[in-house]
């Protein structure tokens, strides 16, 4: 098991994973519920400080033990809590029978058990609250919701209070892998999930808003019982790699140099920023040099980004795109000298002349490279020579959903459709690294592992973003090439770690691809993200980038 990953657990290797806790590790189910209860009371508390009256939504089964649990600790905490044990009468068993207990002798605020909708109405004053409680039905659910559990939704509806969701969103089906169902689901303002997310917590859009956080509890589970044949993982985790202490002797031949090539420049106008912007992030990503090597007449427009940058100046060809000329033995011996990493595409153009450059530049090295923007669009139509490429070498593609159609011979609306699969199938059967951009980016590995990333948002729909990701692959790439899957992933998760940060500052509206570029120094020293690190035992946040190592205190 890859012990610096975070692996994505199916609702029934979850099941098994707390079964093989309590049988083979000895560890009581009830304590685990009691974890997992302590975690939910402190969530709550953390992200959600002004919160008084608290409202607690239970059903009968384990989930609604947690929430009793928490209930209890709330209510002990001074809070002032209403409990709704929501469902059929009698007393809960098992060790939700032991939540209800402790919740009731003696008595822990206002405890209702509550059998028929009209009951709910009358309970009608519980709406009134700072919070609500969610801990209906969690990761062992079938949907739909019905009965009870769809009475109570229509009952929240009329609550503005904010929902705090105990293990998923209740009604949510745990192993979706679509941003969105169409049955009726509970809204939620956080969510707070036990061990390990299950594929809803890394697909789903679960909150309300995309900056609400998602969070992750270790409950007492050993990392030996978190079994998982999917083959998800989270992306996050790799933040680790980008976060490792540099030895204090190291000088920049350590870290590698990119080669970016790209831009354009001539009587139609020119892409002289897409290259400038790939460099500056891969030199702001940590690579020891960067050569930009673009047109010549763009020279100048690149070299003004940076005093750090080198710069190679191309024949340009009649439009100002780069001539096929360039490919002479000699001329690219020189170009590659001393180079460990490619990153090309940005800016380039699609013209015959610099088709031909791409194709055979990319054919005359062997050394790692990333594939973007025109590029993508040139290998589109030689899938042949992109399967020769991606031999005895870290290929790396990063298509957003339309290069992806062309690159799959399918439809945009086929791509989005069946994202995972799309990616995961490309990938295996072509030897490449895939990074399919969008909502929740997939990073697709030529073995079948695929990495999902929660970070970023909507302000990155705008030009630059995709240039200054392929910039930050190249730049960990050639610091970590013995480490190339957690490399790319480090690069995508910080990408949108560091658009996260920006964002704050700027909106959503206003969010420029640059900004993110400035905010990067922030998402390299932002603490708490790395699963389990050093032994530890902290919350991680998928989304929303609000918890450190969670040791009570927030981090902003």
Request: proline content about 6%; hydrophobic content about 45%.
């Amino acid at each position: 098991m890859d012990m610096n990953a975070m692996h994505v657990l199916s609702a029934a290797e979850m099941q098994a994973c707390d079964r093989i806790t309590t049988e083979r590790y000895g560890i009581p189910s009830l304590n685990l519920m009691r974890a997992a209860a302590a975690a939910v009371a402190a969530v709550a508390r953390q992200q959600f400080p002004r919160a008084r009256r608290v409202t607690v939504l239970c059903g009968r089964g384990n989930n609604g033990g947690d929430g009793m649990m928490a209930a209890r600790l709330l209510a002990d905490a001074g809070l002032d809590v209403t409990t709704l044990l929501i469902g059929s009468a009698g007393i809960p068993q098992g060790d939700a029978g032991v939540a209800w207990s402790e919740l009731t002798n003696p008595m822990r605020g206002r405890v209702y058990a509550v059998t028929s909708a009209a009951e709910l109405e009358r309970r009608k004053e519980s709406l009134d609250a700072d919070l609500i409680v969610d801990a209906l039905v969690g990761t062992g659910f079938n949907p739909p919701l019905k009965g009870m559990a769809l009475a109570a939704l229509e009952w929240v509806r009329a609550s503005k209070a904010p929902i705090l969701a105990v293990d998923l969103p209740s009604g949510w089906p745990a192993d979706e892998t679509s941003a969105t169902v169409s049955g009726p689901v509970f809204p939620a303002d956080a969510v707070v999930t036990f061990t390990a997310p299950k594929p809803a917590h890394v697909f789903g859009q679960l909150t309300r808003r995309w900056d609400q956080p998602i969070v992750v509890a270790p409950i007492g589970s050993p990392e030996e019982a978190m079994v998982s044949a999917l083959g998800i993982d989270w992306a996050g985790s790799a933040l680790a790699l980008a976060q490792t202490p540099r030895a204090a002797a190291a000088n920049k031949g350590n870290f590698g140099h990119v080669l970016v090539v790209g831009g354009s420049f001539g009587p139609a106008g020119g892409k002289s920023g897409a290259p400038a912007m790939a460099a500056l992030a891969a030199l702001r990503a940590g690579a020891g040099l960067v050569t930009a090597a673009v047109p010549a007449p763009a020279l100048a427009a690149v070299a003004a980004v940076a005093p750090e940058l080198m710069t190679w100046p191309l024949e340009p060809a009649a439009n100002g795109q780069i001539a096929a000329k360039n490919l002479a033995p000699e001329f690219l011996t020189t170009l590659l000298a001393g180079k460990t990493v490619l990153a090309i595409g940005p800016g380039l153009g699609q013209s015959t002349e610099t088709s031909k450059f791409t194709t055979g530049l990319l054919s005359g090295t062997k050394i790692p490279a990333v594939v973007d923007a025109d590029a993508l669009n040139i290998l589109a139509a030689k899938p042949v020579l992109l399967t020769k490429l991606a031999k005895g070498r870290t290929l790396v593609l990063t298509p957003h959903p339309g290069e992806m159609a062309r690159l799959a011979g399918m439809t945009v609306a086929e791509v989005q459709a069946n994202r995972l699969e799309t990616a995961r199938g490309f990938a295996e059967r072509m030897g490449v690294t895939l990074v399919l951009k969008g909502a929740r980016t997939l990073i697709a590995h030529p073995g079948g592992r695929v990495a999902v990333n929660t970070s970023g948002n909507p302000g990155m729909a705008k030009g630059g973003s995709g240039d200054v990701l392929t910039g930050l692959i190249a730049g960990l790439l050639a610091q970590y090439p013995g480490e190339a899957a957690r490399a790319v992933e480090a690069a995508v998760y910080l990408h949108g770690l560091a658009a996260d940060l920006a964002v704050r500052k700027t909106g959503e509206h206003a969010l420029l691809a640059t900004d993110t570029l400035r905010a990067l120094p922030q998402a390299f020293r932002f603490p708490g993200y790395g699963f389990r690190e050093g032994g530890g035992n902290g919350y991680v946040c998928l989304q929303g980038h609000c918890m450190k190592q969670f040791s009570g205190e927030a981090t902003e």
